[in-house]
């Protein structure tokens, strides 16, 4: 079987040396693996020495002085390791996306004796509602809701869109959305399953009745100015006279 290992680097901000310290993450996981074969070895060849078996027994040969040094032997393989940054922002990614993109060097001849670290990026600023639809998890909604989370009209459509995985969304999904947009979702922290359709719905109304209240109250300071008496504004704005005085402090 083979496999390969997968990090995810979460970012709420962009970093500008993410390509650093991702090529860093990926080296230690590496010289990890490296220390690992070594401890295997160093441990089996304890084993046999104990029980007083030799490598011909074994099928196996002895390390050569380049192996026995290094602790990896010449039949060991490493496990790749992949690290990705997801940035959980709505603005586009403006960093380096490579090594050489932190550098200011050009020359071709320099280059090729080089290097380069890419980093492997998911903004969704940065990619089409097709590509954010290919994932299975919770995160497609997450990656979605971010990306239209300045725009309502657009927010709208993709809620509808996807409005069962949005009524059925996960707490620790919409608990990312919150922390992340700051859109002021409500809902239960007991609850495991968030219906954010409704929890948008419903901020949105009481969005529209705080706008309401706040324009009544100015209204009301604005004809109370003018000379008009509270039963009047009281009529004018639509709220009890004992609502408008205490607005107006009488």
């Known amino acids: 079987m083979e496999y390969v290992l ?7 901000e962009i970093h500008y040396a993410m390509a650093v310290k991702n090529n860093l993450y990926d080296a230690l996981e590496y010289a990890g693996q490296v220390e690992e074969a070594a401890k295997s070895h160093r441990k ?41 940054t997801i940035f959980f922002g709505s603005e586009e990614w403006d ?42 998890s919770s995160l497609r909604e997450v990656m979605l809701f971010i990306k239209y989370s ?34 002021g979702i409500k809902y239960d922290d007991e ?20 706008g309401r209240l706040m324009q009544a109250q100015e209204s009301a300071k604005k004809l109370y100015e003018m000379g008009l008496d509270t039963e009047k504004i009281a009529q004018a704005v639509g709220y009890a006279v004992e609502t408008v005085t205490g607005w107006l402090g009488l």
């Open 44 to 84: 089996e060849m304890k084993r046999k020495k104990e029980q007083g078996e030799t490598s011909a027994e074994e099928g196996r040969k002895t390390p050569g002085a380049g192996e026995f040094l290094s602790g990896f032997w010449s039949g060991d393989r490493l496990i790749p390791s992949i690290t990705v």
């Open 150 to 183: 300045k725009d309502r009209e657009n927010l709208s459509r993709v809620l509808a869109a996807n409005e069962r995985r949005f009524r059925e969304m996960e707490r620790r999904a919409a608990d990312v959305i919150e922390a992340i947009t700051n859109s």
């Open 6 to 12: 997968y990090g995810a680097e979460n970012q709420a």
């Open 95 to 136: 960093g380096p996306l490579s090594l050489f993109d932190m550098m200011d060097v050009s020359d071709p001849d320099v280059l090729a004796c080089m290097d380069n670290y890419h980093v492997r990026l998911i903004a969704p600023a940065q990619m089409p509602d097709e590509e954010i639809m290919k994932f299975q």
């Open 191 to 210: 609850n495991e399953v968030v219906n954010v359709c409704q929890a948008i719905q419903e901020m949105r109304k009481e969005s529209e009745q705080e």
